[in-house]
């Protein structure tokens, strides 16, 4: 089925006007490191954001009252906040029409408060007393209407009669009634009746259950009167009250008693913000789900992620570490002194004590301050910066601004430092006033004053200005030392053009005069050493390229002469010249690539290879030669792919010239070892043997014409390791051998490729 469809695609392919798209693994790699990274920074910061918002808001007390059963409800009339103001518009209207002052338990806030016979009311915090509030409220009051709150309010209409059914205050329009839910003006869909100390409610027509099983708890829902345990009183029982509210309710102003305007919005308002509320939490709901989903990408994608992280470090790295703890500090503070949702910062509601030292008030603290979501993703963001970038950083790559600046303090402090010969000035010069402050005010008799002045004051200043000048001597000194050592390093790390410019009236201006001559020494030197290697590799490839074309003709000639009808000696010669001129060609071509690969000049082409399959393949090449020489070969090879970037064409020349050279120069008989392990993120060929002659010891069989015995007579040219060794360097990797008497060990090793 498989082998079907690719015959299908290819045919598809292969079609004439179909475009093809080819994406390479490596560009696809980094689009799956990107999206990694991108999926982490965008989850963490919806997660962290929405979770911290919520958990402002909530500390915050700002949706105080607001939470219970049916909060969530698209219905703002089924909500707790709604049933509070209800009640609370309830028992004003009770104060109201019995003329007195009403104690009120609060469920939600566990406080006792007052409802005046003015519809306001007053929190006490357990303390009945209320005479001071209520003298207030009836001396500035006493010529207003006690509805005068309510009175022009436009989403509640209400009516309250007294124990005679007497109208005491109302709001209705006139011809409107509101007895019933039938005859609600248009736009109410809400209607309370409070009758003989208990409450009738009727919504959209239907009516509402208020008492459940007729006991009041913290748990009920409507916090009104009526209760078996929760009675109105004995002067409220006979009052009667009707309240008709908007289903939604709208904007509007009410004009205070000099004319002015204010906004008279509550329910508006509560509407409004319950709308507010319901939005902000499910939109924050939705984003912390999108972010959830993006952290599971993001860890799929971990792998490809951390590439990613390791990119980002190469430029975090140039920032100073102290840096990212800086906005990490600047974060901090931003979340305790920023205004949450309540309108105060986390510090003043420590600072003016609303949270108690319980753990509960200090988890409510802690909940305010990652309200300020762009403060807490700013420290998230810089720890987790400061976190890849020492991860993906050597410890002498990473930037310290206190590093930094320590060493400038150095430098000030060396500038600054007095040597042995200043120190001994300076005392040279105080000694001799303190002894004469001693001859004159002790033998002479001389006033203190004037023997001060003459004995301290002035040796001091003139101390001083010898000082200056000492000091401004140093710091010129220390500027021409920091300059040489500057120009040191900069020698060392290979500028030999810039030289050193100090002014001639310096004193270390010899020195830096020879330090010149020795970097132009140093770069003439160089560009000798260049020009003669460049000349080298020329004159090599040049005569290469000539014994090219007359050595071809030579061996054309010889394969002639060999095909001719000849005997004895003649055809023995014949043979000779053939050999010869075939072993002279190799040769040139050898010392013409190892020209190249020194100069840095030879092509490569790389690539991820199979490395364990390259080795296979090489000693099936040459399985003849292997067969004929009498040499037994022990492979210890993965069967795993063991994947290198390499250019498989070079390096399969320097296995080549391994085994040849364990072939030429092996003891008869032997055994030849060829083993491949990977270890610390490398992998490592290794190819041993047994010399026929002993290794000399202290020479590098690497090098260019360098043989493991000058007697040897078998007409090699002893560029085979030189070859192998440029080739493994050019491709990237090291090469290196090993001798110990007759045992030789070449070891070809390169880093493990990654993954695509």
């Known amino acids: 089925m498989a082998g079907e469809v690719r015959e299908a695609l290819k045919g598809v392919e292969d079609a004439p006007g179909v475009a093809k798209v080819r994406v390479s693994g490596k560009t696809c790699g980094r689009l799956r490191a990107a999206a990694g990274l991108a999926a982490l920074v965008l989850g ?164 509402v259950d208020v008492y459940g099983d007729g006991f009041f708890t913290e748990d009920s829902l409507w916090d009104v009167p009526g209760y078996e345990n929760f009675t109105a009183g004995e002067d409220a029982a006979d009052v009667t009250i009707y309240m008709a509210v908007r289903e939604e309710p709208v904007p509007y102003v009410q004009l205070n008693g000099d004319g002015a ?286 014994l090219k074309t007359p050595l071809t003709s030579v061996l054309s000639y010889a394969e002639l002469l060999r095909q001719e009808p000849l005997e004895g000696a003649a055809a023995d010669y014949a043979r000779i010249i053939d050999e010869k001129a075939r072993r002279l060609a190799v040769m040139v071509q050898d010392v013409f690539e190892v020209s190249k690969a020194a100069s840095g000049q030879l092509p490569v082409h790389l690539e991820r290879l199979d490395f364990a399959k390259l080795l296979r393949q090489t000693l099936a090449d040459l399985e003849g030669p292997i067969s004929q020489s009498g040499l037994t070969f022990r492979m210890e090879l993965p069967e795993i792919p063991v994947m290198i970037t390499a250019d498989g064409r070079r390096l399969y020349r320097v296995f080549q010239n391994l085994i040849d050279n364990a072939l030429k120069y092996a003891l008869a008989g032997s055994r030849v070892y060829l083993s491949l392990k990977t270890e610390a993120g490398r992998a490592e060929a290794s190819l041993r043997n047994t010399s026929r002659e002993e290794l000399p010891t202290g020479v590098d069989l690497t090098a260019r014409f360098v043989r493991g015995d000058a007697s040897r007579t078998d007409g090699g040219s002893g560029l085979g390791l030189s070859i192998a060794s440029s080739f493994t360097e050019a491709c990237g990797g090291d090469f290196h051998v090993e001798t110990l008497a007759d045992l030789f060990t070449a070891v070809v090793s390169f880093p493990l490729a990654e993954e695509p």
């Not at 009339?77 to 029409?97: G, S």
């Not at 500035?140 to 009175?151: F, G, I, L, Q, S």
């Open 44 to 207: 963490m910061s919806l997660v962290l954001g929405s979770l911290g918002q919520m958990a402002g808001r909530l500390a915050s007390g700002v949706d105080s009252g607001s939470f219970g059963s049916g909060w969530w409800s698209t219905d703002w009339q089924e909500t707790p906040a709604f049933r509070q103001e209800v009640a609370q518009r309830l028992r004003a209207f009770l104060a109201m029409a019995t003329g007195s002052d009403l104690e009120w338990w609060d469920t939600a806030s566990g406080d006792t408060y007052i409802v005046s016979r003015e519809g306001e009311s007053f929190y006490e915090w357990g303390v009945t007393d209320t005479s001071s509030e209520i003298a207030w409220v009836e001396e500035n009051t006493a010529t207003a209407a006690p509805d005068k709150h309510y009175a022009a309010d436009k989403n509640l209409l209400y009516q309250v009669l007294g124990p005679e059914r007497e109208l005491l205050y109302s709001n209705v329009p006139a011809g409107a009634e509101i007895s019933s839910s039938q005859n609600l003006p248009e736009g109410y869909n809400f209607l309370l009746v409070f009758r003989h100390g208990r409450i009738l409610l009727r919504k959209d027509g239907e009516p």
């Open 261 to 546: 305007s204010r906004p008279a919005n509550d329910l508006y308002s509560l509407y409004q913000h319950i709308r507010e509320m319901q939005g902000f939490y499910l939109l924050r709901a939705v984003l912390c789900a999108v972010g959830a989903v993006c952290l599971i990408a993001a860890h799929f994608l971990r792998a490809e992620r951390r590439r990613a992280e390791k990119k980002l470090a190469t430029f975090t790295r140039r920032v100073p570490g102290e840096i990212w703890w800086l906005a990490a500090a600047l974060a901090v503070l931003s979340m305790v002194f920023s205004t949450g949702f309540g309108g105060y910062s986390p510090f003043e509601f420590w600072y003016y004590g609303w949270v108690g030292p319980t753990m509960t008030d200090a988890l409510r603290l802690a909940a305010l301050l990652p309200a300020n979501a762009p403060a807490l993703l700013a420290l998230v963001w810089a720890l987790w910066l400061r976190h890849i970038t020492r991860k993906n950083t050597e410890r002498e790559q990473r930037r310290s601004l206190l590093g930094a600046l320590s060493v400038q303090a150095r430098k000030y402090l060396f500038q600054c430092s007095l040597s042995r010969w200043n120190r001994l000035a300076l005392i040279l010069i105080c000694l001799p006033s303190v002894f004469w402050l001693l001859v004159l005010t002790r033998i002479l008799g001389v006033s203190a004053y004037d023997a001060l002045f003459w004995t301290t004051f002035l040796p001091l200043l003139l101390s001083a200005v010898v000082l200056c000048w000492i000091l401004r001597k140093n710091a010129l000194l220390a500027r021409d030392i920091g300059l040489l050592a500057d120009q040191v390093t900069a020698i060392r790390d290979g500028d030999l053009e810039t030289p050193l410019d100090l002014p001639a009236d310096a004193d270390l201006h010899q020195t830096a005069e020879q330090l010149n001559d020795i970097q132009a020494g140093l770069h003439r030197a160089l560009a000798e050493q260049t020009r003669s290697e460049r000349m080298k590799v020329e004159l090599i490839s040049n005569v290469s390229h000539d």
